[in-house]
């Protein structure tokens, strides 16, 4: 029987629960979910006073195998995907047009307007799964999945998408000196990305674990001024913190997003100082697939820890407490 770490009631403990799944529809698949990453969104969503849906089942960002297909399908069974945020768009506006769905209206996320992939299966449309598909001089990948390889290839899903779709966003034609505010989940993937790209990396954590691991992983202390910086955290302080350390024409990047977070900037900065301010959250396909070519290359390694659905509850209290050194990964089993 499929279980999977439910929230019932608003602002209530998750549970894990059992159920059985429909059979998938036409377009669908049904998912054997081998790793789920979880980070603070998936925290400030079960804890919001009325969230998008209930129940609801968070996790938005997971690797698993195709166990079975609905009617139309073109993936197959046995295939390993990725199971990225975005669940579904309206594909006639301008956006889904425009190649661009995580900005459609009607954008439809895992774990927020659907159910998520904590869990040991999932049924979800195939549009928005994304073939493992590994690069030229790469051997196969087993069958089975070790556990650090599930856990690393999870964070693909969105973490490290988000990580290489913010950095590019900035749009840089040169060697920079770019800040990473936040070392988490993203934080400390974009760490790694930056020095992969060649550039000069700063990093600041309130939190002294993660500062530790964004040294560790070649970035400095900050010391401005700066010509870009990457925000991976809702704290208002590290945005106008990241907005004072910027030169004149510098530019800015935001990962870090809370349901309930607003934004205070001065019209100065945005129009005097010229100040470029952009959207991190994930990425192009391209982007996506440039984080995935660095993970197998070896350039960035995703710092995991590993978790079973029978410690989530306890592990996202960590969550509330501001996060994990790196990312935090469910392996259902």
Do not use: Y
Not at 286 to 299: I, N, Q, Y
């Amino acid at each position: 029987m499929p279980r999977f770490i439910q929230l019932r009631q608003p602002r209530e403990a998750v549970e894990l629960v059992e159920a059985a799944l429909a059979r998938p529809g036409p377009r669908q698949v049904l998912l054997r979910i081998e790793a789920c990453a979880l980070g603070m969104l998936d925290w400030q969503l079960l804890t919001l006073d009325a969230p998008p849906r209930l129940p609801l089942v968070p996790g938005h960002e997971a690797v698993g195998v195709i166990e079975a297909t609905g009617p139309g399908c073109t993936l197959r069974v046995g295939e390993r995907v990725l199971v990225t945020p975005l669940a579904g768009s309206c594909g006639h506006c301008a956006a889904c047009r425009g190649h661009d769905p995580r900005h459609c209206a009607g954008a439809v996320w895992r774990g927020m307007h659907v159910d998520g992939a904590l869990g040991t299966h999932l049924v979800t449309g195939e549009q928005t799964l994304v073939p493992l598909e590994l690069p030229l001089g790469v051997d196969p990948l087993p069958e089975k999945l070790p556990d650090h390889l599930a856990a690393t290839l999870a964070v693909c899903g969105g973490s490290l998408w988000t990580a290489v779709g913010a950095v590019n966003a900035l749009g840089l034609v040169e060697r920079s000196r770019i800040a990473i505010f936040g070392a988490g989940g993203v934080g400390h993937l974009a760490v790694q990305v930056c020095r992969a790209l060649g550039h000069q990396v700063f990093a600041l954590d309130a939190d002294p674990q993660r500062m530790e691991l964004a040294l560790s992983l070649g970035a400095l202390p900050i010391d401005g001024p700066l010509d870009a910086a990457v925000v991976c955290t809702p704290s208002t302080q590290a945005l106008q913190q990241a907005v004072r350390l910027l030169r004149g024409g510098g530019r800015l990047a935001l990962t870090g997003s809370s349901p309930t977070g607003r934004i205070d900037l001065a019209f100065n900065d945005l129009v005097w100082r010229g100040l470029t301010l952009r959207s991190g959250l994930l990425g192009t396909r391209a982007d996506l697939e440039e984080g995935l070519a660095l993970l197998f290359s070896g350039k960035v390694k995703p710092s995991v820890e590993l978790a079973s659905l029978d410690e989530v509850p306890a592990k996202l209290w960590a969550l509330r407490d501001l996060g994990f050194p790196g990312r935090l990964v469910v392996l259902p089993r």
